[in-house]
Antibody, heavy 121, light 106 residues
Framework: QLELHESGPGLVKLSETLSLTCTVS??????????WAWIRQPPGKGLEYIGT???????FFNPSLKSRVTLSVDTTKNQFSLRLYSVTAADTAVYFC?????????????WGLGTLVTVSS | SYELTQPPSVSVSPGQTASITCSGD??????VSWYQQKPGQSPLLVIY???LRPSGIPERFSGSNSGNTATLTISGTHTMDEADYYC?????????FGGGTKLTVL
């Protein structure tokens, strides 16, 4: 059974960098069938796509966040990571990591439990 | 940028059929997925490739997509189906989510 688990600081200061890691168990992150994604959800609001990355280095981003986002994959640890720079209060959200099918439909079939990150001044 | 529009809320009586729409420009030319999210939980994939159900999703969940509108249909709605539902498509190498629809079963 695939499991994804987000980890990282729950509190980030204004203008600093948000860093999260997702640890994958039950499947290899090197699989060519899947990509690995980050999605966030501000409190009480809807889902917002951040970006997707393959173990081979291909990546896709939400255009509105692309300039502030870096994605990376560590196949030796079966982990992938998100860095979001210059955070503001609007970046306060639950951040989910997820598995995304490399297919014509790009559906997301497994999600982590999510981790709340609060941006503070 | 591409946008998907959903009604903020839909109400249905138990046992009746609920329909949740998702609208976007030429959406019928793209594949749509649907996710169910209950309070405090992660989203759950309930429909992918417009109309396919993942293993373990009840048959009462179905989907369609044509023209500018995709529709998630829940037949014989159960009280346990009360949740937020999100549509999602892939456009210009990025995922796009609809704003979400709160389904109330009462």
């Amino acid at each position: 059974q695939l499991e994804l688990h987000e980890s990282g600081p729950g509190l980030v200061k204004l203008s600093e960098t948000l860093s999260l890691t997702c640890t994958v168990s039950g499947d290899s992150i090197s699989s060519t069938r899947f990509y690995w994604a980050w999605i966030r959800q501000p409190p009480g609001k809807g889902l917002e796509y951040i970006g997707t990355m393959s173990s081979g280095g291909s990546s896709f981003f939400n255009p509105s966040l692309k300039s502030r986002v870096t994605l990376s994959v560590d196949t030796t640890k079966n982990q992938f990571s998100l860095r979001l720079y210059s955070v503001t209060a609007a970046d306060t959200a639950v951040y989910f990591c997820a598995r995304q099918h490399y297919s014509t439909s790009w559906e997301i079939d497994y999600w982590g439990l999510g981790t709340l990150v609060t941006v503070s001044s | 940028s591409y946008e998907l529009t959903q009604p903020p809320s839909v109400s249905v009586s138990p046992g009746q059929t609920a329909s949740i729409t998702c609208s976007g420009d030429e959406l019928g030319n793209k594949y749509v997925s649907w996710y169910q999210q209950k309070p405090g939980q992660s989203p759950l994939l309930v429909i992918y490739q417009d109309a396919l159900r993942p293993s373990g999703i009840p048959e009462r969940f179905s989907g369609s997509n044509s023209g500018n509108t995709a529709t998630l249909t829940i037949s014989g709605t159960h009280t346990m189906d009360e949740a937020d539902y999100y549509c999602q498509a892939w456009d210009s190498s990025a995922a796009v989510f609809g704003g979400g629809t709160k389904l109330t079963v009462l």
